[in-house]
Nanobody, 125 residues
């Protein structure tokens, strides 16, 4: 049962930046094109939502309503790590952030069932 580990969260003031990391051992460009690692977040009392994905072929997708040009997902295969660079953070970005593997089926991204604890990002005003 594979479980990815998110890290790098913390407390930051509005307008600040954080870079989250996701240990992604085995994630390579040789994997199927529809395979991807995604960043998700869940705020208290709200549903978990997709933030961004990066596919095995390096294609990236963002939830524009969330990101609005502020976040960047990337990966370093040599380090087996996927990153989420978050700039211009807002209090509404406060959430537990998770990373997970998954695949695209049609236009929707389905993450795997095994979720880690995630990492807490708190943005103060």
């Amino acid at each position: 049962e594979v479980q990815l580990q998110a890290s790098g969260g913390g407390l930051v003031q509005a307008g600040g930046s954080l870079r989250l990391s996701c240990a992604a051992t085995g994630f390579t460009f040789d994997d199927p094109v529809n395979y991807a690692i995604g960043w998700f977040r869940q705020a208290p009392g709200k549903q978990r939502e997709l933030v961004a994905t990066i596919r095995s072929d390096s294609r990236t997708d963002y939830k524009e309503s969330v990101v609005k040009g502020r976040f960047t997902i990337s990966r370093d295969n040599a380090k087996n790590t996927v990153y989420l660079q978050m700039n211009s953070l807002k209090p509404d970005d406060t959430a537990v952030y998770y990373c997970n593997t998954g695949e695209y089926r049609g236009t929707y991204y389905y993450p795997d069932k095994n979720w880690g604890q995630g990492t807490l990002v708190t943005v103060s005003s």
